[in-house]
């Protein structure tokens, strides 16, 4: 009976982590926590209602995916992403993902090609409903899995390095605009492409939103977010 209630403690706690996790995500999409303010772990758990732990477990959660970075004594710091930065990671993106859509799309079975719609779909759906971490997480999921499709686990790795390192600050402004949509739509553009074996037009829908990409990440202001406490709240588990 001991081990069971130990077993249900560490479930509790690890659903807190994960929710302390996806509130830190979202202030740090939507600009409410900025890149180069350190905050403390024992600050963010008092607004957040919890102990310190669960959030110096997420935030170290998130400098190990180079979110975040400790600073000593005092907390963390959000990483800062310049221009360059954000120029460079789109070039290397666009190297990698562009050839390897055509390549997957004259080498990849219609049945493996329609498996991601579903996720194509999420990705517009989260966009409609103003849902920005889950938009980014299954946009995350879509490029991660077709690029998956060519067999190569260490380009699907670059990849995934460096989506982490170019994520959206500041995109509220975007949403509320409705702007993520039409990059959202791109999704289910490129995959009628890719099923209609179309690799040219695939690899010029990639390219094209790829480029969109980029201009989001220019008009969410880059490193220089709109401002906010990053005070986002989260439930305690049951």
Same mark, same amino acid.
């Given at each position: 009976? $001991? *081990?069971?209630? =130990?077993?249900?403690?560490?479930?509790?706690?690890?659903?807190?982590?994960? =929710?302390?996790?996806?509130?830190?995500?979202?202030?740090?999409?939507?600009? &409410?926590?900025?890149?180069?303010?350190?905050?403390?772990?024992?600050?963010?758990?008092?607004?957040?209602?919890?102990?310190?732990?669960?959030?110096?477990?997420?935030?170290?959660?998130?400098?190990?995916?180079? #979110?975040?970075?400790?600073?000593?004594?005092?907390?963390?710091?959000?990483?800062?992403?310049?221009?360059?930065? #954000?120029? =460079?990671?789109?070039?290397?993106?666009?190297?990698?993902?562009?050839?390897?859509?055509?390549?997957?799309?004259?080498?990849?079975?219609? &049945?493996?090609?329609?498996?991601?719609?579903?996720?194509?779909?999420? /990705?517009?759906?989260?966009?409609?409903? *103003?849902?920005?971490?889950?938009?980014?997480?299954?946009?995350?999921?879509? *490029?991660?899995?077709?690029?998956? @499709?060519? $067999?190569?686990?260490?380009?699907?790795?670059?990849? !995934?390095?460096?989506?982490?390192?170019?994520? @959206?600050?500041?995109?509220?402004?975007?949403?509320?605009?409705?702007? @993520? /949509?039409?990059?959202?739509?791109?999704?289910?553009?490129?995959?009628?492409?890719?099923?209609?074996?179309?690799?040219?037009?695939?690899?010029?829908?990639?390219?094209?939103?790829? $480029? *969109?990409?980029?201009?989001?990440?220019?008009?969410?202001?880059?490193?220089?977010?709109? !401002? !906010?406490? !990053?005070?986002?709240?989260?439930?305690?588990?049951?």
């Amino acid at each position: 009976m $001991g *081990h069971l209630k =130990q077993t249900d403690l560490n479930a509790t706690r690890e659903r807190l982590r994960d =929710q302390v996790s996806h509130a830190l995500r979202a202030a740090l999409i939507s600009g &409410e926590l900025r890149p180069g303010m350190v905050y403390s772990a024992p600050a963010l758990a008092e607004d957040f209602g919890v102990s310190a732990t669960p959030v110096r477990e997420a935030m170290l959660d998130l400098a190990r995916e180079g #979110l975040v970075e400790p600073v000593r004594n005092k907390g963390f710091r959000v990483t800062e992403v310049s221009e360059r930065d #954000l120029d =460079q990671y789109t070039e290397i993106r666009a190297l990698i993902e562009i050839p390897t859509v055509g390549r997957v799309t004259r080498s990849a079975a219609r &049945e493996e090609l329609e498996a991601l719609r579903p996720v194509a779909e999420e /990705i517009v759906r989260a966009a409609r409903d *103003h849902d920005l971490v889950g938009y980014l997480e299954a946009d995350r999921r879509f *490029h991660l899995s077709l690029l998956a @499709l060519s $067999g190569n686990d260490r380009l699907v790795e670059t990849v !995934g390095d460096l989506r982490k390192r170019s994520r @959206l600050y500041g995109l509220t402004a975007l949403d509320e605009g409705g702007e @993520l /949509i039409p990059s959202a739509e791109e999704h289910l553009e490129l995959l009628d492409l890719m099923l209609a074996g179309d690799a040219k037009g695939a690899e010029k829908c990639m390219a094209r939103h790829l $480029g *969109h990409v980029r201009s989001l990440w220019a008009g969410g202001g880059g490193s220089s977010p709109a !401002g !906010g406490s !990053g005070r986002a709240r989260i439930k305690r588990s049951a």
